[in-house]
């Protein structure tokens, strides 16, 4: 099913907080339906807020990951209707490949669409694929995004995973002081409209289960892509994160890259316990 919308959604907090009614059965088949904006447009002081917040240069072409970011009324439309079954607080950002023909201007009015493509049931729950898509006039694709989401559960028959073996990163020699500040998660969402309460306050995110508030992923990723880019010398086409463990705010981190191939790759981990918030490659 497609839903055609006339211009992009503003969907409050309370909508996501009002799936928290849904009860999924552990075997749910998500509905492959798609919403779709013909023709949306970049506001210009949002699009400054978040170069800024991210550490893009100003002017030029949209940062590699703004559009998934511009698209957030879409999805979370596609989310909050009533046949989507599962709740959108508590649903975890796994992984995002983001994929790009040539770079968009800020003054282009793309098509957009939003759709589920995928699932899968693993033993963390069901995970599934979240694709967004800009086209330009002849329908042809620019730019594309596919963000895997976890929905937790406790699926019943599901082998155990395998750590992941170690990956080599001693071609990582570039190293970068990265601090995630108290509020980041209250500036970037009011840019970003993604107000999720683990990102807020230290109490909104304990109510969920949280120690305390994160950074939202998509930030950690644009502040990652924003100082490594600059060493790539060209747009780039490919950009890969994989989600690994959360930042706490206040967060020291640090950001850890080099040449891999035709491209880099690097991973941000925290700065006193080693540990990585998430691996990546800008191709």
Known sequence: MNLVVERMPQI??????????????????????????????????RLKAYREICGFPEGGALPMPYPQVHAIGLQMHLLVQPQFPLPLVG????????????????????????????Q??????????????????????????VATVLHRGKPTGMPRRRPA?????????????IDAPNDIGRRYGRISGDMNPIHLYPLTAKLLGFD??????????ARSCALVQPHLGRAPRELTVQFRQPLFLP?????????????????????????????????
């Open 12 to 45: 409050g907090a309370w909508r996501a907080l009002g799936s928290l009614r849904r009860k999924p059965k552990p075997e749910v088949e998500l509905p492959r339906t798609r919403v779709s904006l013909a023709k949306a447009s970049f506001d210009a002081g």
């Open 91 to 118: 649903l975890v950002h796994l992984k995002n490949r983001i994929n790009q023909e040539r770079e968009l201007a800020p003054d282009e009015t793309p098509d957009m669409s939003v759709g589920v493509i995928g």
């Open 120 to 145: 899968k049931t693993t033993e963390r729950g069901l995970e599934f694929d979240l694709e967004t898509t800009c086209t330009d006039g002849a329908g042809r694709t620019i730019w594309s995004s």
């Open 165 to 177: 073996p170690r990956e080599d990163d001693s071609h990582l020699s570039e190293y970068q002081s």
């Open 212 to 221: 305390r508030h994160i950074a939202h992923g998509m930030w950690t990723l």
């Open 251 to 283: 967060g020291r981190a640090a950001l850890r890259y080099g040449p891999a191939g035709e491209g880099y790759d690097f991973t941000r981990i925290g700065r006193d316990s080693g540990k990585p918030h998430l691996n990546g490659s800008l191709r």
